[in-house]
């Protein structure tokens, strides 16, 4: 695609995760000739989604070395001139550590010998071949290993990412197994690459095994695109900022949207669903009448308990869990309400548990029966929603476009352009940095936090209900004091976001140590390894674990600008994903910004409706792209009033 | 919204390099118009044309690309819930054509299984520069398993076709209930997908 890019823009902004792409469509939205770009192959950073080959190209890039593989860029140093410097940026990222990946599905091949890789080999190649003929050489390499003591995964093959950054893609087909035992399971680090997955629907294979699926890892494998998978795991509050933002700025009508299903609470070793609305408190069998009675009274309280401060100022300094103990609520209640209502931390006191349980309350009953609604397609979905509203008013999109460096005018101090890696300078007015593309040296003073995450795949449900397809929200207390409580949130296959008979479950806290560390205690409460056979663990069964992902992810959100070195004040700096459940932190984060930078300016207002859009009949060329003018003119009174409807919908 | 408006509605989505003439079609069959040299469409997200086929009124909406293609960075959501895909070409120029495998990874990638994929050769106004003969195109389609046609967004030939053969084969596709919105969604969905532009408390 040798089709130029403009040098000239008002804002250029560095990194698609969701502050960055607020940002790019509150800018476009506003007349600013926006340049976004990322130096990776897919949207959204850290924010991402991937398939399951997708993942597995992720961890191979996490694991690669630094600055290796990576020749073919221009150098910039002789493009500075002597009244200018530069602010060299990182040339890899490094906010994911401590990657751990763990295969328990059978690996039996039977029907795995042939993962054919049709189009995702090199569209190069590809392309340049005759395009009548079959596309079916295969490229299978794979590389397994099994250690289940290691703490690093092995990274020794090149990334093959999706062929579009490399050259060259060797076909290879090098299988290494080592296999050890580990108890009564094996557990097998895999990395697996030039897994492509068919089209075709899996071929059931669970004869002999009524009660559970067999899922073997060349069905994750072979339907791997089914999966999407969060790198960040969070849910949109239906009275949040965000779900605020996607409605009133339209990008809502690219996205769709499932009520989060249940709340569930770990007490005692079990997996319980904890009532919330009205309804549930109600019908639940679980609590008795008086217990129903007491929460009712206490949720009715808490969503005004502003008017009452006479209810809870003597507990204003002292923490929320005494608190509760004082409000005449059995144990169980306590800790549906302190853990999976309010969903603070044991230490949170009185006043924002109250705080916290009364957003919860509101949130009820917008969508649903629970206060969170999750995207179609994973939470990677909305970076790239707002994407498409900044392109669609004018913004220029370049992923796999990797900036060098920053260039300052000494005298001025200001930032005013960038060097990209063909050497290309590229100006503009303001600058928009996600945070790890900033180098070691502008981040010296930086004190960063860290996000601990698992990644699983498993056969059932942590909590099985009439229906299969739940999505489900728990959260584990801590099991010591002062340790941290982990945030579960199980998915099943029609949030898009897995294949048929499996659930995605992300684990996530903030970290106290790796990952693995953090986060396997749970895991081990709440799942079990999967074996070829069928053990009987008591009653209920625990759901087996078919694939487990373990890492670390960094948590810049708590890093204020100034700690940032050398930075000029037309640069912004934009951090990546937070801990937090809701996404609160980048739209606040992407809305100060954008008042800092363009004050007064509305932030993200509607765009026109499509439909009330008829273009004029002289069909003037557009403005400079860069203005507010739209090129249509009038509406079309008859669909004036005219709300969309979902494509298809009424097809059923 | 109101559903007496029409009997289906369906999302179409355009697709192909940049400066085959994506637009130059949508806006031919929508508007009637063709743009000599328009530049990027700012600010319209995707355009409706309403066409009555049988009796039956159909909704068409008509997604663009918003520009994304021209660095190759289409947002995989624009794929999503595409009951057709437009895969469109320029006649006049080989490395259009060439780019189509591309395409297609992306389509398997992210849109529906169930979508329905039509291949275009556009500009055959432009015959005497024509790079890519149709017989090629015919067996690439063929291979694919592809409907194929060649327009002239210019002077109008085959647009309105191209659009109306589309609608007839996505209602005999929803008729025959195999039409699926999302991607492979085997499953009876649970619990209602929330789309916001259907409720009306949003405002």
């Given at each position: 695609?040798?089709?130029s890019?403009?040098?000239?823009?008002?804002?250029?902004?560095?990194?698609?995760?969701?502050?960055?792409?607020?940002?790019?469509a509150?800018?476009?939205?506003?007349?600013?000739?926006?340049?976004?770009?990322?130096?990776?192959?897919?949207?959204?950073?850290?924010?991402?989604?991937?398939?399951?080959?997708?993942?597995?190209?992720?961890?191979?890039?996490?694991?690669?070395?630094?600055?290796?593989?990576d020749?073919?860029?221009?150098?910039?140093?002789?493009?500075?001139?002597?009244?200018?410097?530069?602010?060299?940026?990182?040339?890899?990222?490094?906010?994911?550590?401590?990657?751990?990946?763990?295969?328990?599905?059978?690996?039996?091949?039977?029907?795995?010998?042939?993962?054919?890789?049709?189009?995702?080999?090199?569209?190069?190649?590809?392309?340049?071949?005759?395009?009548?003929?079959?596309?079916?050489?295969?490229?299978?390499?794979?590389?397994?290993h099994?250690?289940?003591?290691?703490?690093?995964?092995?990274a020794?093959?090149?990334?093959q990412?999706?062929?579009?950054?490399?050259?060259e893609?060797?076909?290879?087909?090098?299988?290494?197994?080592?296999?050890?035992?580990?108890?009564?399971?094996?557990?097998?680090?895999?990395?697996?690459?030039?897994?492509?997955?068919?089209?075709?629907?899996?071929?059931?294979?669970?004869?002999?095994?009524?009660?559970?699926?067999?899922?073997?890892y060349?069905?994750?494998?072979?339907?791997?695109?089914?999966?999407?998978?969060?790198?960040?795991?969070?849910?949109?509050?239906?009275?949040?900022?965000?779900?605020?933002?996607?409605?009133?700025?339209?990008?809502?009508?690219?996205?769709?949207?499932?009520?989060?299903?249940?709340?569930?609470?770990?007490?005692?070793?079990?997996?319980?669903?904890?009532?919330?609305?009205?309804?549930?408190?109600?019908?639940?069998?679980?609590?008795?009448?008086?217990?129903?009675?007491?929460?009712?009274?206490?949720?009715?309280?808490?969503?005004?308990?502003?008017?009452?401060?006479?209810?809870?100022?003597?507990?204003?300094?002292?923490?929320?869990?005494?608190?509760?103990?004082t409000?005449?609520?059995?144990?169980?209640?306590?800790h549906?309400?302190?853990?999976?209502?309010?969903?603070?931390?044991?230490?949170?006191?009185?006043?924002?548990?109250?705080?916290?349980?009364?957003?919860?309350?509101?949130c009820?009953?917008?969508?649903?029966?629970t206060?969170?609604?999750?995207?179609?397609?994973?939470?990677?979905?909305?970076?790239q929603?707002?994407?498409?509203?900044?392109?669609?008013?004018?913004?220029?999109?370049?992923?796999?476009?990797?900036?060098?460096?920053?260039v300052?005018?000494?005298?001025?101090?200001?930032?005013?352009?960038?060097?990209?890696?063909?050497?290309?300078?590229?100006?503009?007015?303001?600058?928009?940095?996600?945070?790890?593309?900033?180098?070691?040296?502008?981040?010296?003073?930086?004190?960063?936090?860290?996000?601990?995450?698992a990644?699983?795949?498993?056969?059932?449900?942590?909590?099985?209900?009439?229906?299969?397809?739940?999505i489900?929200?728990?959260?584990?207390?801590?099991?010591?004091?002062?340790?941290?409580?982990?945030?579960?949130?199980?998915?099943?296959?029609?949030?898009?976001?897995c294949?048929?008979?499996?659930?995605?479950?992300?684990?996530?806290?903030?970290?106290?140590?790796?990952?693995?560390?953090?986060?396997?205690?749970?895991?081990?409460?709440?799942?079990?390894?999967?074996?070829?056979?069928?053990?009987?663990?008591?009653?209920?069964?625990?759901?087996?674990?078919?694939?487990?992902?373990?890492?670390?992810?960094?948590?810049?959100?708590?890093?204020?600008r100034?700690?940032y070195?050398?930075?000029?004040?037309?640069?912004y700096?934009?951090?990546?994903?937070?801990?937090?459940?809701?996404?609160?932190?980048?739209?606040?984060?992407?809305?100060?910004?954008?008042?800092?930078?363009?004050?007064?300016?509305?932030?993200?207002?509607?765009?026109?409706?499509?439909?009330?859009?008829?273009?004029?009949?002289?069909?003037?060329?557009?403005?400079?792209?860069?203005?507010?003018?739209?090129?249509?003119?009038?509406?079309?009174?008859?669909?004036?009033?005219q709300?969309?409807?979902?494509?298809?919908?009424?097809?059923? | 919204?109101?559903?007496?408006?029409?009997?289906?509605?369906?999302?179409?989505v355009?697709?192909?390099?940049?400066?085959?003439?994506?637009?130059?079609?949508?806006?031919?069959?929508?508007?009637?118009?063709?743009?000599?040299?328009?530049?990027?469409?700012?600010g319209?997200?995707?355009?409706?044309?309403?066409?009555?086929i049988?009796?039956?009124?159909?909704?068409?909406?008509?997604?663009?690309?918003?520009?994304?293609?021209?660095?190759?960075?289409?947002?995989q959501?624009?794929?999503?819930?595409?009951?057709a895909?437009?895969l469109?070409?320029?006649?006049?120029?080989?490395?259009?054509?060439?780019?189509?495998?591309?395409?297609?990874?992306?389509?398997?990638?992210?849109?529906?299984?169930?979508?329905?994929?039509?291949?275009?050769?556009?500009?055959?106004?432009?015959?005497?520069?024509?790079?890519?003969?149709?017989?090629?195109?015919?067996?690439?389609?063929?291979?694919?398993?592809?409907?194929?046609?060649?327009?002239?967004?210019k002077?109008?030939?085959?647009?309105?076709k191209?659009?109306?053969?589309?609608?007839?084969?996505?209602?005999?596709?929803?008729?025959?209930n195999?039409?699926?919105?999302?991607?492979?969604?085997?499953?009876?969905?649970?619990?209602?997908?929330?789309?916001?532009?259907?409720?009306?408390?949003?405002?």
């Open positions: 695609m040798a089709d890019l403009p040098t000239e823009f008002d804002v250029i902004i560095i990194g698609t995760g969701l502050p960055e792409s607020i940002l790019a509150a800018c476009s939205r506003s007349g600013q000739r926006v340049l976004h770009v990322d130096s990776r192959s897919y949207y959204g950073g850290n924010w991402a989604s991937f398939t399951f080959s997708g993942l597995l190209s992720w961890l191979k890039e996490c694991e690669q070395d630094s600055e290796a593989g020749k073919s860029t221009v150098a910039w140093q002789n493009l500075i001139q002597d009244t200018e410097e530069a602010i060299a940026l990182r040339r890899k990222d490094d906010s994911i550590q401590h990657v751990e990946v763990f295969c328990y599905a059978s690996k039996d091949t039977g029907d795995s010998a042939e993962e054919i890789d049709v189009l995702q080999k090199n569209p190069s190649l590809v392309a340049s071949s005759t395009l009548t003929k079959p596309l079916d050489s295969a490229c299978l390499s794979e590389e397994t099994s250690d289940s003591t290691s703490p690093e995964m092995p020794k093959d090149t990334p990412h999706d062929g579009e950054i490399l050259p893609v060797t076909d290879r087909e090098e299988t290494q197994v080592k296999e050890t035992d580990c108890g009564e399971k094996t557990c097998i680090h895999t990395v697996s690459d030039g897994a492509k997955d068919e089209n075709k629907p899996v071929v059931e294979d669970n004869s002999g095994q009524p009660k559970r699926n067999r899922i073997t060349s069905q994750i494998v072979k339907e791997g695109r089914r999966f999407n998978i969060d790198l960040v795991s969070k849910l949109l509050y239906s009275q949040g900022s965000l779900i605020d933002l996607l409605i009133k700025s339209n990008v809502s009508r690219y996205a769709e949207f499932k009520n989060v299903t249940r709340i569930l609470a770990f007490r005692e070793g079990k997996v319980e669903q904890v009532p919330c609305s009205r309804a549930d408190v109600f019908n639940s069998k679980e609590l008795t009448m008086v217990e129903k009675r007491m929460l009712m009274k206490f949720l009715t309280f808490c969503l005004d308990y502003e008017q009452h401060p006479g209810e809870y100022q003597d507990f204003t300094q002292r923490p929320f869990s005494e608190y509760l103990k409000q005449k609520l059995t144990p169980n209640l306590q549906f309400i302190l853990h999976s209502i309010a969903m603070t931390e044991p230490s949170c006191l009185t006043v924002d548990g109250l705080k916290a349980t009364k957003h919860f309350l509101q009820l009953g917008r969508y649903g029966n206060p969170f609604l999750f995207p179609l397609y994973g939470q990677g979905e909305i970076p929603c707002f994407c498409r509203m900044c392109a669609v008013f004018g913004g220029i999109y370049c992923l796999r476009h990797r900036v060098q460096c920053l300052v005018d000494k005298e001025s101090g200001r930032c005013e352009a960038v060097i990209d890696h063909f050497g290309q300078r590229i100006s503009a007015k303001f600058f928009i940095v996600e945070d790890s593309y900033l180098s070691e040296d502008t981040c010296a003073g930086v004190q960063y936090g860290q996000i601990s995450r990644v699983l795949i498993t056969d059932q449900s942590v909590l099985k209900a009439d229906s299969d397809q739940q489900s929200m728990l959260t584990v207390p801590p099991a010591e004091p002062g340790a941290r409580a982990v945030r579960v949130a199980e998915l099943c296959s029609s949030t898009m976001t294949m048929k008979d499996t659930y995605l479950v992300h684990l996530t806290c903030s970290s106290a140590s790796t990952a693995r560390e953090d986060l396997e205690p749970v895991v081990q409460k709440l799942f079990t390894p999967y074996a070829e056979t069928e053990i009987d663990e008591g009653d209920p069964p625990k759901p087996r674990l078919l694939w487990a992902l373990y890492f670390n992810m960094r948590d810049s959100s708590g890093v204020s100034s700690s070195h050398g930075l000029p004040s037309n640069v700096v934009c951090s990546g994903p937070d801990c937090g459940l809701g996404n609160e932190h980048a739209v606040k984060l992407a809305e100060t910004l954008f008042q800092q930078i363009f004050p007064g300016e509305d932030f993200c207002p509607p765009p026109p409706n499509p439909e009330d859009i008829i273009f004029d009949g002289d069909d003037k060329q557009p403005e400079a792209p860069g203005t507010n003018t739209l090129i249509v003119a009038k509406l079309e009174a008859s669909e004036g009033s709300n969309l409807d979902s494509p298809g919908q009424h097809l059923q | 919204m109101s559903m007496e408006d029409y009997d289906f509605l369906f999302k179409i355009l697709i192909g390099n940049a400066g085959v003439g994506k637009t130059c079609l949508v806006r031919r069959f929508t508007q009637g118009l063709f743009p000599p040299g328009q530049g990027a469409t700012i319209v997200d995707f355009m409706i044309k309403t066409v009555e049988n009796g039956e009124k159909v909704k068409l909406q008509i997604w663009d690309t918003a520009g994304q293609e021209r660095f190759r960075s289409i947002t959501s624009y794929y999503r819930s595409a009951n895909l437009i469109t070409y320029d006649i006049t120029c080989e490395e259009s054509f060439r780019c189509l495998p591309e395409w297609l990874r992306e389509i398997e990638q992210y849109a529906s299984n169930k979508v329905i994929t039509v291949l275009v050769g556009n500009k055959i106004d432009l015959a005497e520069r024509r790079e890519v003969s149709q017989q090629r195109a015919e067996e690439f389609s063929e291979a694919q398993d592809m409907y194929y046609l060649e327009t002239s967004a002077e109008s030939d085959n647009v309105e191209l659009f109306l053969d589309l609608a007839c084969r996505l209602i005999r596709e929803a008729r025959q195999t039409l699926v919105n999302s991607v492979s969604s085997p499953l009876p969905g649970e619990g209602k997908s929330i789309n916001y532009l259907t409720c009306c408390n949003f405002n």
